[in-house]
Each structure stands twice: as C-alpha cells, then as structure tokens.
C-alpha cells in the first residue's frame, strides 16, 4: 500500500494528465484551470459538491466535452488539438457512465465486443472470447446471452465496466458509476472497482461513495467551484482537511 | 432549361389562370371548412366507440375503422359518386365528396384521438369518478381536453392530410383548386396553372407541415 | 323483383363479375407490384436521407428538409397531374406507371426521412458517448448502435405511413395506370353496372385491411412495451 503520487516522482510520465484545463459554456466558465495528474496503476478519486464541474472534468478526457482551452496527455501523447486521431485515443480510454448506456438493441456479448470488431477490427472468435474474458473478470460470463434489459441495474454497469475493460485501455474513467444503483447493487460494482485496482488498472473516479474513496483511492482531489481546492492521501483529507469547503462537504456526506 | 421554365413557369399562363384557380381555391376551402368538422365529430365517435367496455359495440366500431383505412379514399369517392347512381341514389358532386370523405377521415381522426384518449393515465379518469363526475363529464371535462393536447401534433397533420385529400374531388369533376388548374393545363398545353395551384397549396400547408415537425422534435428530445 | 334484388343485381352481379374479374386480376398486379415498388424505394432513400442529415452538413440539411417538407405540403395528386402532363411538352416522355411509382415513392421517401430523423433523435445521447468513448467512429456509430435503436422506435408510424402512401396508388387511375380501380371503372363503364366497382373495393380490403390490423397490433404492441 504505497501511496504514489506523481508530485513525489516528477520523472515517471503519468498514464493520465490534464494541464491548465478551462471549459465555458458561452459566458459561463465551469473549469477554471484544472491541473492534474494519475501516475500509472493509480486509483484518483475526485470528489465535490455537484456543479463543482467534475463530471465536465472527466468528460474533457476523453473529449466528450470539448475544452475550451488547456491540455490532456494520454501516457505522453497530447489528446487535445486539431489533428489527433480521436477515435484511436478513446480506444485506449475507458469509460464507465452514471447511467450505464448499454446498447438496448444487443445482447450482453454484443455489447462488449462491438468496439473490438468494429475498432480493433478482431475477428469473431477472438472478440467472443475476450468479451467472455471481460465478462468473466465482472462476474458475469454467465449472462453472455442475457440482453440489458434483462439484468439488474448494478449488473449492467457491470457490462458496461466490462465492456470498457475488454478494449483493454490505459486508464479508465468513472462517471458516477454507482449514483443510478439501487443501495443493495452498490457493492457489487464497487467489489468489481476493488479488483480492477488489485489488478493494477489504472482509475480516476468521480463519485459519492465516502467509504469507498476512503478505502481503496491511492489520492483524493477534492474540487469546488470548478478549481480544485486540496489533494491528498484520503487519510489526510478525511482527517485533516486544510480547506473549510472540502471539511463541510465531508462532514455532511461521512455522517450517514 | 428556357423550355423547362416556359412549361412549368409560365408567367403570363399563370396571370391568366390566376381567377380560375382562386375560384378553385374558394371551392377548396369551402370543402376543407366542411370535411375537417364532420372528419373531426365522426373521428371523435369513432374513438369514444372503439374505446367502449361493451365488447359488442366496440368490435363493431374497431371493424368499421379498419374497413375505411383499407379502402383508398378515391375508390370510396368512386364508388359512391359514379357506384350508388345504380342503385337510384343519385348526389351532386359536392355531396359524394363530402360522404366518401367523412367516412375516410373519420377513421384516421378516430385514430388519433383514440391514442390521445389511451395516452391519459387512469389515475386522471379514476380521481374524477372518485369526486363523483360521471363517466360522460368526466370523459368531457377532464380525459378529451388532456389527450387532445397530447396528440395535438398528429391531429394537425391528419388535417393537413385532409386538405390534401380534397384534391382528389377534382377527380369527380367538383370545381376545387386542382380542377381548375387542371382545366387551365388542358387549354393551355402549359403544365404552369398546376404548378400554380401547387404554390398555393405550399403556402397554405408548409406552416403547418414545419410547426409539427419542429413540435415532435421537442417532444421527442 | 325485390329491393334485395335489385341491390344485388346492381352491386353483386355475378355475371358481369365472372365477365369482368380477370382484367381486375390483372389489375390488383399491377396495384401489387407498384406498392412493392414504392414501398423498397421510399423507405431506402427515406433513411438514407435520415442518416445524411445526422452529419448535419448545412446545405445538404437544408435541402433535405425543403424537399421532405414539399413532398409532405403537396397533395400528391398535383405532383401526378404536374409530372405527367407537363414533363411530355419538353421531350420527356415517362409511362404513367413509372409517374405514379417516382412521386409516390419520392413521397414516402420525405415522409420516412422525418420519422426516422425523429428516431435518431430520440434515441438517448448517452448511446452516442458510450459508444464514441471506446473509439467507434461517428459513422459506426450512426450505423451499428443509433440506427437500429431508431429504427425499432419508428417501426409503427412508418408502417402507418407507407400503407396510407400504397393506397394511394389508386390515384394512377387518373392517369391511366392500368390498376384495380382503372379496370373497375372500365368495367363499369362497359357493362353498365356496379359490381366492378364493388369487387374493386372488396380487393383492396383484402390486399390493405391484413396490413391496417398488422399496425394497428404494432402500435398496441409498442404502447403496451412503452408503459
């Protein structure tokens, strides 16, 4: 249990980083200059009032929302501007949705291995059995054939977390993956997020689950306002928090 | 490209059909200000009928719907303008339109507002029967106003497609606005008093074909 | 005779039917084959346009939706009368069959474009980001994930629609297309007598009606699905 933070080591280039990121909608600036880095096989949680501009965070990494200015480096490789091949960087980025977005039309299978034939262009065989792969590490193999709507809230976003995994990306992103489940199916998803960390899967996490950042994150960032206020070990912050936002927003959500 | 023009945008074909067509367009409307009103009161029948909880009033009701949306509406035309005079039952033009219409616009309008009826939830028709309002009143005061504005977009273009439907009255000889522009082409050799009477049906329908469209968008999203 | 007689004599008689039944035959494939016809081109280029749209390239927008919205303000009839006869003074000589089947199946194609247009949009855009984030480009995208979802969604309104546009098939009478109710109206005018009409509106109940309770049992279907 060695908390890495990429501040201790500047020469190792971060899987995930994120520099001076600004976004507005019109007048209205939501990021005001992110700066931010995931060290490879590290688990980031970022926390935050809703409106603190996180989820527009995570969305600006894969380009979901396009930045208005600043930049994103995937393992090095600048992802912002013009001429970059978008589709080939998503590829190496997962990601995992609040609301799960499973394609309501295609079995569990299909779901996942749509991208590895369509993008990694794999044949059948191969992307049967890495979907089937996927499916297994989510516990689901069982339910190959089973289509979405079939299936219980927290074990479609498990499909879905297997569907971004079996692309095998660099670093994941999780957008509130546990805020549309019902309280009893949170722990299964989280149970899955436990054992992709073990697995050294590299995460940065957007989420509610206190007990869960607490417990598993290498380093939490907690953001208000669309800046990010303070960073640390979740020990420090949730013991020693520096700043009066990041205490209030912790004593009302670790009380429950 | 000058031919093309000259035979479909004859400006001097078009200034001298111009009375005949706005006579058309007078029957036209008088046609539409007749057919939508009896399409709407026979559509609103044929809802409350097909809807009935009595199985032997709303088979009945579902069948004959079926019947007319099976029927092209120019074979109800023909049938009953050039098919009843057999059997003695003669009618002017405007009469035979205006029954072979009724019975086709009956069925589509019958069909809109039964999805708009069914489109109320229960609990609406439950918490007004519960104050004591009877089924009547309550169908009247609190179903048909909700399920009218729900289904608001498709009782337009239903009626657009009405007022395209009277067109086929020229079939039958009846004087409306495709009639004349019609006759006009036949003595001028000219196909522009057509493209004439199609401006004028464009500016009276296109409003209402872009309203919905922009409509169900919104409703959509 | 009786009035009972007299009506079936008139409406049901059955030697003007035997006499007069084979050109109806023939007709009711003439009314087939057109529907057919109208039904494959239309829907095809209906969502074709539809998917075109979805790149949202200004002027092909613009003239997409100007086209679909003057084939749907247009009594169809008009566009018959207008192609058929003017078409001819400027060295264009087209059968009447083919008229019929270009406007009508240019016709259900600006309607099948709407619809399926409203399709696309409806369709959740979180199927777009879920897809879009594991790299599947915007035309995969469009193809593999949205249009079927879409598709599914409009399967009820578009068969209304494309049945509504068959039938009117019927207007190829005006211009001579050889189908039922031109063979009925011959008849008729031959034999004096009402009974070709009559066989006339019995064939297109039994080609149309099986198709209007089949949608009608979609839409039942998909409200029910819905709820």
Known sequence: MAPITTLAQPSAIPTLEVRRLHKSYGALEVLHGIDLAVATREMVFVLGRSGSGKSTMLRCCNRLEEPSSGDIFLEGQPITGKRVDLDGLRRRIGMVFQSFNLYPHLDTRRNVTLALRMVLKLGRDEADARAMAALERVGLAGKAASHPTELSGGQQQRVAIARAIAMEPAVMLFDEPTSALDPELVGDVLGVMRELKADGMTMLVVSHEMGFAREAADRIVFMADGRIVEEGPPEQLFTAARHEATRTFLSRHTRQ | MDQLLDQFFNLEIMAAAWPTILRGLGMTLLLCLLVIPLGVIGGLAAALTSLSPRRWVRWPAIALVDLFRAIPPLVLLIFVYAGLPFAGIRMSPFVAVAIAFMLNNSAYYGEVLRAGILSVPRGQAEAARSTGMTHAQTMRAVVLPQGVRNVLPDLISNTVEVVKLTSLASVVSLGEMLHAANLARSVTYNASPITMAALVYLILLWPAVRLVSRWQRRIAV | ?227
């Open chain 3, 1 to 227: 005779m009786t009035g009972f007689d007299r009506f079936l004599a008139t409406f049901f008689n059955g030697e003007v039917i035997v006499r007069y039944l084979p050109s109806i035959l023939q007709g009711v494939w003439v009314t087939i084959a057109c529907s057919l016809l109208i039904v494959v081109f239309g829907v095809a280029a209906g969502v074709l346009l539809a998917c075109v749209r979805a790149y949202r390239i200004a002027p092909l927008n613009v003239a997409i939706v100007v086209f679909a919205d003057m084939m749907r303000a247009l009594p169809p009839l008009v566009l018959i009368l207008m192609v058929y006869f003017g078409l001819p003074n400027v060295g264009i000589m087209l059968s009447s069959f083919l008229v019929l089947f270009v406007i009508l199946g240019l016709v259900l194609a600006a309607f099948t474009e709407e619809i399926v247009w409203a399709g696309l949009t409806a369709v959740d855009k979180g199927q777009w980001e879920a897809a879009r984030s594991t790299g599947i480009g915007f035309t995969g995208t469009l193809l593999q994930v949205i249009l079927p979802q879409a598709l599914r969604m409009v399967i009820p309104p578009l068969t209304n629609r494309a049945i509504a546009i068959t039938k009117m098939t019927a207007l190829g009478t005006v211009i001579g297309v050889p189908d039922i109710l031109n063979q009925a109206t011959t008849a008729q005018s031959f034999s004096g007598n009402a009974s070709p009409l009559t066989i006339a509106a019995i064939a297109y109940v039994i080609l149309f009606l099986p198709l209007v309770v089949m949608s009608r049992w979609l839409e039942e279907r998909f409200v029910r699905h819905r709820r």
